[in-house]
């Protein structure tokens, strides 16, 4: 079954740089970082670039597989076929260099890949526009050159739990500042690889500016269906302060991240718990309307009708339209079916 899955993957890159030299090379320059947390296990990308929907091609991560970068004159399908090869038992180094030695272009790629052991490699064309360059976290092996149609096509290096990479950059400070700042910073994840791109741009960034960013995190523990592993998978398409914005809805993210864990504690009866959540969630966005409207609704099915009122009250200060929204919810089983209870619920909103 190895053996299968080993041939049908080189069928699928031999398929798939034959369609990529059949079509122009596309230019995403940017800077990125790849990242595992031997914590938790979780595995991340996040990027920023001034190329329109840079999250559109450069990011990948599959949870208990690995993550994946790859930017320059990019070539995606070293995303799903960088996946595919450490799905089917290569590590991350193995993947990339097989991929790169397959790529008769790959003096024009930079690549960056890890896998669910933290193992990582990236890579940086000969021919990237320079600046140039990245740093494997922890190098735990020489550079090891690779060569491109018989021609010097650029180097891998090898290291373990992150690795930073940038090009096309307005100076050669950018990858060792993101390394600096992703090693120095206390925080999950996110934090960390945001920390990392942020001072990218504060050391210069992108010689030609910003426009677009993402961040791809995916759980540590997999549940099998990968649409359900995403911790984060977030995009900024077009913005002229791509990275506050991808922060802002990271803040975002968390906090319904929160209000997902309060449903589920719900579902398993764990009141306590889920108002722990709910509340979390509106410490991290105070103003939001649909954050506070789901909470009072949960406090109402706990049968805590009085702590909901105040919530309620809150709601329909901010707009009128969830008041009117209140008594549709019996039907939908999201409310008792209870007219004097929603009558007291909608009543609440008279008071504005």
Known sequence: MFRRALVFTALLISCAFAQENARPLRPVHTFSIVAY?????????????????????????????????TQ??????YGPLG???????????????????????CNVRQVAMIDAQGRVA?????????????????????????????????????GSNYAVQANLMSNDRIWPAMSKAYESTQGDLAERMLAALDAAQAAGGDVRGRQSAAIIVVSGQPTGHSWSDYVFNLRVDDSPEPLRELRRLVVLQRAYNHMNAGDKAVELHDSEGALREY?????????????????????????????SLPLFRRVFAMDRNWADLTPRLPKAGLLPDDPQLIQRIVAQASRY
């Open 37 to 69: 947390d031997p914590a938790t296990g979780q595995l991340g990308v996040a990027v920023q670039s001034h190329w329109f929907a840079v999250g559109g091609e450069v990011p990948w991560a599959e949870a208990g597989i690995g993550a994946v970068a």
């Open 72 to 77: 320059s004159f990019v070539d995606p399908s």
């Open 83 to 105: 996946l595919a090869m450490m799905r089917a038992g290569k590590t991350a180094p193995e993947a990339l260099r097989g991929l790169l030695q397959a790529d008769e272009n």
């Open 122 to 158: 990236t890579f940086t064309g000969a021919k990237d526009i320079q600046p140039a360059g990245g740093i494997a976290g922890h190098a735990t092996r020489a550079a090891i050159p690779i060569n491109c149609g018989g021609q010097p096509g650029g180097i891998i290096g090898i």
């Open 279 to 307: 509340g979390a969630a509106e410490r991290l966005i105070p103003d939001s309307a649909e954050i506070i409207y789901w909470h009072a609704i949960a406090l109402v099915n706990m049968g805590r009708v009085e702590e």
